[in-house]
């Protein structure tokens, strides 16, 4: 991967930036993402924030290698501290995380979300706390997409100002995604759905608390909603 080829998720997640955008990578690495749209002419400027020494030197460097030290700041910083508000960043994009940590930097920074009138996550798992975020905070997921490289399955998330009324299947599984129904979609809601009947096996073999009873029934009817979904039953 580099700034003339992102891999094939990073890649999904630079389609959805809006073009002429002012964008902030949060957790940007070697600013792979921001070079990228830099030199294929799509943002106007940009601020990649990392809060690790080591990448944040790397995407500096990285950054200056290519020339756009002055379109593209890199900045050492906790999350969305990395955003000012005279910054007016229109569009972030977090990549790459679980979702839970994802939400939690988007929920302790919301603050810096000003001018943000896009937000992209790409989580590598636990989707349903960035959605459940959003319609907490005033977003609306506007588009998904699914994707499977190097054998793992990566969701990407676009999010913008809005409300709207999500079903707990929509929270899930994606109110996007599910209409899609693709191959990589199936894949990975059958595979969750085999480990959570092994999860309930296990759980049958532990002390029938009050605790354990209701964790079976919740999974019990995650599974019930994604069978749903998949066998086209719900609408």
Not at 19 to 48: E, W
Not at 80 to 94: G, P
Not at 95 to 110: P, Y
Not at 143 to 148: M, P, R
Request: aromatic share 6%.
């Amino acid at each position: 991967m580099n700034t003339n080829q992102l891999s094939e998720r990073l890649a999904m997640v630079a389609s959805f930036v809006p073009n002429q955008t002012v964008l902030a990578d949060i957790g940007s690495d070697h600013a792979y993402l921001p070079c990228y749209l830099m030199n294929k002419g799509k943002i106007r400027k940009a601020i990649a924030g990392e809060v690790v020494t080591g990448p944040f030197e790397a995407a500096t460097r990285n950054v200056d290698l290519h020339g756009f030290a002055d379109r593209i700041e890199v900045r050492l910083a906790n999350g969305l501290q990395a955003i000012e508000d005279a910054d007016h960043v229109e569009t972030v994009t977090i990549a790459g995380m679980g979702g839970t940590l994802i939400t939690s930097i988007l929920e302790a920074g919301k603050n810096r979300l000003k001018h943000v009138q896009r937000i992209i996550a790409q989580p590598n798992l636990h989707a349903i706390a960035i959605r459940e975020w959003a319609v907490a905070n005033g977003f609306i997921i506007v588009d998904e997409e699914i994707l499977q490289e190097d054998s793992k399955i990566y969701e990407v998330l676009v999010l913008e100002r809005g409300t709207a009324d999500y079903t707990r299947t929509d929270l899930l599984v994606g109110p996007v995604l599910r209409r899609k129904l693709s191959t990589v979609f199936r894949a990975k809601w059958e595979r969750e759905m085999l480990e959570w009947q092994r999860v309930i096996k296990a759980l049958d073999n532990a002390e029938p608390t009050e605790e354990i009873k209701q964790k079976k029934a919740n999974i019990q009817e995650n599974i019930e909603l994604v069978r749903k979904v998949l066998a086209h039953e719900e609408k």
